[in-house]
């Protein structure tokens, strides 16, 4: 069997050629390393890179969070005004942070029967840095809302906090719950 094998592998060899078989393997171990350098290249991220990535994830969270507060204490004072509502406590959820649209330069060109569309961001450039122009922030969509009122529980006003807060945040109704609070 062995004999068999090891006759199998002599006869590539020989078709092949010794000097063609070795450049084959030393292409293949040339790959392997190239591979490999290139994998560990990408692990590594310059510190001020991660830095500022960091500190760009940190400033989203404290924006959506500033956000959520704000419009839970907007929400709490409204329905707190509403008469047989009482005391209020609201929790919002959020789908997904602020979104910034920037200006882009377009540009197309037909050269040689052959169309291109491109699109870049325009940058600007101030004392902190450059930046892409913004032209629209638009505000964070709002996935939930739990509102908890001492005058809930009753099918009318718990209608009623419904109603405002689908109007208000164009939240569905099965993505708002009313408690009552004790």
Known sequence: MWMKWFDDKKDIIQK???PRLIIIILAGVVLIAASALEKSGENKTPVNETRETDTEISDAVDIMDKYTKKKER??????????????????????ASEKKETLQDTSENSDEGKYSHSEENVIIS??????????????PQIEGVVVAAKGAGTGEKD??????????????????KVMKLK
């Open 159 to 176: 209608s009623e906090i419904i109603d405002a807060v689908m109007a208000l945040f164009s939240v569905e109704p099965h993505k708002i």
């Open 74 to 95: 907007e929400l709490e004072e409204f329905l707190e005004k509403v008469d047989g509502i009482g005391e209020v406590e609201v929790m919002i959820t959020l789908k």
């Open 16 to 18: 092949i050629g010794l």
């Open 126 to 139: 101030a004392d902190e840095g450059e930046s892409p122009y913004v032209v629209q922030v638009n505000s």
